[in-house]
């Protein structure tokens, strides 16, 4: 049995929730059964046994980088009458960050001959890019915020999510991405430090627009503060107005007022500067 007492990872997840309907055979009744399964994880207690389990395969000897079979369990929601599975896909999930820790040479920790025989046992490996779960390590990105609107938020528990409908985030991705855009074009040339945050948040709202339209249009999609709500504290989560601050800034340069921006973007930015300066404490 799982200890859900155990601290969890100071991270925030991006999830997407697909209809039952958007899976074909043999998923679809897969997952139509997992739904109903008594034995099911639970989600207020799924994150908390994904990383029970990781901490498992890290601890064993020699440490098992990526699961031998991608996992069977997933995120269940059910809303008006349909349900919706969000597939944890640990394996692959794994396989992802153990390529992203080699491409940064963060792979030190682990034995040269136990990373080869991982990459090894997956090089052949046809694995779908239809990665339903993103996961940012001491903060949330700021480019997940526009997808959500302040009053789509939920705090109990513990926890802090936003929830939405993937029409909502598309539409209001697709305008910050107009909007942003536009800026660009019209920013002065005075507005350098302006101009390039401008151009890195274009480019990384381009990338997650692109991973929605992967997914059934009828989807739903959570942001999971997870581990995070610890790392901030009581005080700082009542007083986090990052999705309304983006929105915020959104708006203004809509109206190219380049200082009210600013303003919105660092109050952000500055607010996620000391979960993620913890990082380098560690």
């Known amino acids: 049995m799982c200890n859900y007492a ?107 001959d136990e990373l080869a025989d991982a990459i090894a046992a997956l090089k052949d490996e046809q694995a779908s890019d239809r990665v339903y779960i993103r996961t940012n390590a001491w903060s949330v990105p700021i480019t997940w915020l526009p997808l959500f609107a302040a009053t789509e938020r939920r705090a109990d528990q513990g926890t802090v999510r936003y929830s939405t409908t993937m029409s909502q985030s598309r539409q209001r991705l697709s305008r910050a991405l107009a909007v942003v855009h536009g800026a660009i074009r019209q920013l002065p040339g005075s507005r350098g430090r302006l101009l390039e945050e401008a151009l890195a ?10 991973w929605l339209a992967e997914f059934h249009p009828y989807s739903l999609i959570e942001l999971d503060y997870g581990g995070l709500v610890r790392l901030m504290g009581a005080a700082a989560l009542r007083t986090d107005e ?28 500055a607010r996620w500067r000391t979960p993620r300066a913890t990082a380098c404490a560690n």
């Open 6 to 112: 155990i601290m969890m990872p100071y991270a925030a997840y991006l999830r997407i929730y697909e209809p039952l309907s958007a899976f074909t055979e043999p998923d679809r009744s897969k997952w139509t059964a997992y739904a109903t399964a008594a034995a099911r994880s639970r989600r207020e207690t799924a994150l908390a046994q994904e990383y029970t389990e990781a901490l498992r395969r890290v601890a064993a000897v020699p440490p098992v980088l990526v699961p031998e079979r991608e996992s069977d369990h997933a995120y269940v929601r059910w809303l008006e009458g349909v349900t919706y599975v969000c597939p944890w896909q640990t394996r692959l999930r794994s396989w992802l960050a153990l390529s992203e820790l080699r491409a940064t040479g963060e792979l030190r920790m682990f034995g040269s």
């Open 201 to 210: 948040t274009e480019a990384e709202l381009t990338g997650l627009l692109r």
């Open 242 to 269: 990052s999705v309304a601050e983006t929105s915020a800034a959104i708006e203004a340069l809509a109206r190219s007022e380049w200082e009210v921006a600013l303003a919105m973007h660092q109050r952000v930015v």
